[in-house]
């Protein structure tokens, strides 16, 4: 019986066209995960390339329908929701500026910043910068960062407007116990006795409210601090102390605040997913 011979055909050539079109559909859709921004993430840090308007889009519309100045703290991202507000911090310098978003950048991983936007971080032309995403609760730092900017660093002291009303109201407080504490000095310096003096001060301290800190993690090897310093927002971790633990013999981790206990708790809840265990504690 006659064996016959099958014969494959070849299996037709790819254009490297089409190559080449997968592979920049795949980048793409990385880069979207990666872009993937959340108006409640205040931990993640990201960075893009910081770079201004031109003066010719002054007056026209953005995106959102608001119409564009260089005199206000907006700025342009091409997937960052609308409204979202943006800490974004010179990675040279680690100035830092608040703006909220109001129009689409064409271009990945860049945000457009107002003139007035991008001089306050000290960039000329473009830079690299860290951006993050702040809560909604930060209304109020984005209004008044002029005031909270620290002029010697350019860094933010972060407010909510809930942290704000707390803080006038104990700076007012403050306020009076000074005033009290200076006409119990000129009292004293009239004719009472040095004891009576002491008392008013110690009456004073009494008065003080209490500050706290928020202990971050207990048990800390001395290898591993370094990193869970690192899971905080950037403006923070200048602020950890790394003191030895009694119980474990490694390492407690405090985040010095030095402030009142609501601004304490508030501080706690947006540090809660890097530290679920973390506790509001009286300054020691």
């Known amino acids: ?30 880069d979207s995960v990666a872009q993937n921004f959340s108006s409640e993430d205040t931990v993640t840090e990201y960075t893009v390339t910081a770079t201004y308007y031109a ?19 907006t700025a342009a991202h091409h997937t960052i929701k609308f409204g979202t507000l ?27 910043l ?52 707390t803080e006038n109201k104990t700076t007012e407080t403050n306020i009076g116990l000074s005033g009290s504490a ?10 009472k006795s040095n004891t009576a003096e002491r008392k008013a001060v110690s009456d004073a301290k009494k008065d003080v409210p209490t500050k706290y800190d928020l202990l971050l993690a207990t048990g800390v090897a001395r290898a591993q601090a370094e990193k869970q310093i690192n899971k905080l927002p950037m403006h923070l971790r200048d602020s950890v102390l790394q003191l030895p633990d009694q119980v474990s013999g490694k390492l407690k981790l405090i985040l010095a605040l030095g402030t009142s206990e609501k601004k304490a708790k508030a501080t706690k809840q947006t540090l809660m997913r890097s530290f679920p265990n973390c506790q509001v504690i009286a300054c020691e």
């Not at 889009?57 to 005199?71: A, M």
């Not at 800490?87 to 991983?109: E, M």
């Not at 107002?114 to 209004?143: C, D, M």
């Not at 909270?148 to 909510?160: F, K, N, W």
């Open 182 to 191: 200076n006409k119990s000095i000129e009292t004293t310096s009239q004719g």
């Open 86 to 112: 943006v800490l974004v911090t010179n990675q040279k310098n680690g100035k830092q500026v608040i703006v909220k978003v109001n129009d689409r950048c064409p271009r990945r991983g860049v945000i457009d």
């Open 114 to 165: 107002t003139r007035k936007g991008i001089g306050a971080i000290g960039i000329k032309g473009s830079g690299k910068a860290t951006i993050r995403i702040l809560p909604k609760s930060y209304q109020y730092a984005w209004e008044h960062q002029d005031e909270i900017r620290d002029l010697e660093s350019g860094r933010l002291v972060l407010t909510t407007s809930a942290e704000a009303a």
């Open 1 to 30: 019986m006659e064996k016959k011979s099958i014969r494959l055909k070849p299996m037709p050539a790819v254009p490297v066209r089409w190559l080449l079109v997968t592979l920049v559909l795949c980048v793409a859709t990385w």
């Open 55 to 73: 003066d010719k889009f002054v007056g026209r519309k953005t995106s959102s329908g608001e119409i564009f100045t260089q005199d206000k703290y």
